[in-house]
């Protein structure tokens, strides 16, 4: 087995033995400290179970996106992240308080507070109401750029 082969097999065990979270009334996989590897593997293979699913008719929810935008942000491709937030509202599944959180947060490490401002405008928008992660990541944010 050479490395890359190892490398997916401790990613695909340290989800599988992962600790259960609650995101939105469904029981999904955490990982602690996963290195960037370990996300990247997980993002390429959740990448392809979601090009499976659209394919054969199985509209992806809000849990399904938000994986998918977390971890473009935690493997440094935060663009990606945003293209697949616009995906996700582009094919009708409306992005949730968690969604818009973790956009802005993703923006606030990346010192793009500005488009974090945009994102945190657009939520009252679209009607939904700001909660404690969303001002503590902004004020986190703000304060990462230097303007309290």
């Given at each position: 087995m050479n490395t890359n082969e190892s490398r997916i097999?401790?990613?695909k065990t340290l989800l599988r033995s992962s600790p259960l979270s609650n995101q939105g009334g469904k029981t999904i996989p955490r990982l602690r400290n996963p290195d960037e590897m370990t996300v990247?593997?997980?993002l390429i293979e959740?990448?392809?179970v979601l090009?499976?699913?659209?394919w054969r008719g199985i509209?992806?929810?809000a849990v399904t996106y938000n994986y998918l935008i977390d971890g473009y942000y935690?493997?440094?491709i935060m663009d990606e992240a945003v293209k697949a937030f616009k995906i996700?509202?582009?094919k009708g599944c409306s992005p949730t308080n968690f969604s818009y959180n973790i956009l802005i947060n993703g923006y606030c490490k990346t010192n793009r507070i500005d488009e974090a401002m945009c994102a945190f405008r657009e939520m009252s928008v679209k009607g939904l109401?700001?909660?404690v992660v969303t001002y503590t990541t902004l004020i986190r944010g703000f304060f990462q750029v230097g303007r309290p």
């Open positions: 097999k401790k990613a990247s593997v997980l959740a990448k392809e090009d499976v699913m659209i509209e992806p929810d935690l493997t440094n996700m509202a582009d109401i700001p909660d």
